[in-house]
């Protein structure tokens, strides 16, 4: 048997003739009435009966005519499906996020990705910037989603793509920023309030702020950031944080946060390994969702959600 035999036996069914299916394929018709006669004889059963204005189907050529339908439609169907396939994404990719990225970024990634491209299969590693770029050189992840700082610009093994920025804010509990009623943050707030920070966000805020090693402050360190929002809500200290970072803490009232004047700004890149992947459609996927998430969180920041609204429980994550 052959495709175009059950091809043909549909087209005669549905058609009703021999001389309106032979027009409907464009063979001649003792060509088809051929083929028809060489799948009767293959399968020792008749097909069709002769009636006056064409034919119809026996009981055997109706289980036949059924189940070419299913054939002939199944076989329609390939070429589409097999253009549509090439545009999927597939296969595996390691994204590497730096701690403070993992609230505002890791699950919305993980399932946006598995709606878009459902084979496309996304192993999330959260570390230290320095320890994912020198995991991207090695070629043990993909890719990596973190905070631009200033050791980046000599590593030259590695591409780097802007793909959005966060505010930094000094945060803290409502008593502990009672006696500062200052809609903004200025240095002064930041030499007379007890500070933890990052060394990464210290030098940032520091920076920006115009303050240096010998300016009165009451700064101190700690280099999980993590920890410094567990101390920060227990209400030990304030601290300079990514809004995207604390924006469930903010939105639920543990915290209140109050951009800095002038304004601190954290830049988001991504790296890939110089020359390697950097093109790779999945490796675009993953920067386009990130881009947009970040997007998205930047815009919801003129807006806040209500409490109510927010339906993102906090989340515990280990490191910077």
């Known amino acids: 048997m052959e495709l175009r035999q059950f091809e043909y036996f549909s087209a005669i069914v549905r058609d009703g003739s021999f001389s309106r299916a032979a027009r409907t394929l464009h063979v001649s018709q003792p060509a088809l009435s051929k083929q028809i006669q060489s799948l ?18 026996t009981e055997a050529g109706r289980r036949l005519a059924e189940m070419c339908d299913v054939i002939v439609g199944y076989i329609d169907q390939i070429k589409p499906a097999v253009r549509a396939a090439s545009h999927q994404l597939g296969g595996n990719v390691t994204l590497g996020l730096s701690p403070s990225l993992v609230p505002a970024l890791a699950e919305h990634v993980h399932t946006t990705l598995a709606a878009l491209h459902p084979g496309l ?8 910037p320095m320890f994912v770029t020198d995991w991207i050189d090695a070629g043990r992840i993909d890719i990596g989603v973190f905070r631009r700082w200033p050791a980046l610009s000599g590593m030259t093994r590695l591409d780097f793509t802007d ?6 804010m000094l945060v803290g509990t409502s008593s502990m920023l009672r006696g500062h009623p200052s809609p903004t943050a200025s240095a002064e707030d930041v030499g007379s309030l007890p500070i933890v920070m990052t060394p990464a966000f210290k030098q940032l805020v520091w920076t920006r702020l115009g303050l240096t090693e010998s300016s009165p402050t009451n700064t ?3 280099d999980s950031i ?14 300079a944080m990514p809004w995207n970072f604390v924006r469930h803490e903010i939105s639920t009232g543990l915290l209140e946060a109050r951009p800095f004047d002038p304004s601190v700004r954290s830049h988001v890149v991504s790296a890939t390994r110089a020359g390697r992947r950097a093109s790779s459609p999945a490796i675009a996927a993953v920067i386009e969702v990130c881009r947009d998430r970040l997007d998205e969180l930047t815009r919801s920041r003129l807006s806040p959600p209500s409490p109510s609204s927010d339906p993102e429980p906090a989340e515990r994550v280990v490191g910077q």
């Open 40 to 57: 009767e004889h293959e399968l020792g059963v008749v097909l069709l009966d002769r009636i006056p204005n064409g034919v119809r189907p």
């Open 121 to 128: 299969h996304i192993q999330i590693v959260e570390s230290l």
């Open 163 to 168: 793909i959005g920025s966060d505010e930094v």
């Open 220 to 222: 101190s360190e700690i």
């Open 226 to 239: 993590n920890l410094l929002k567990a101390l920060v809500v227990r209400g030990d200290y304030c601290s």
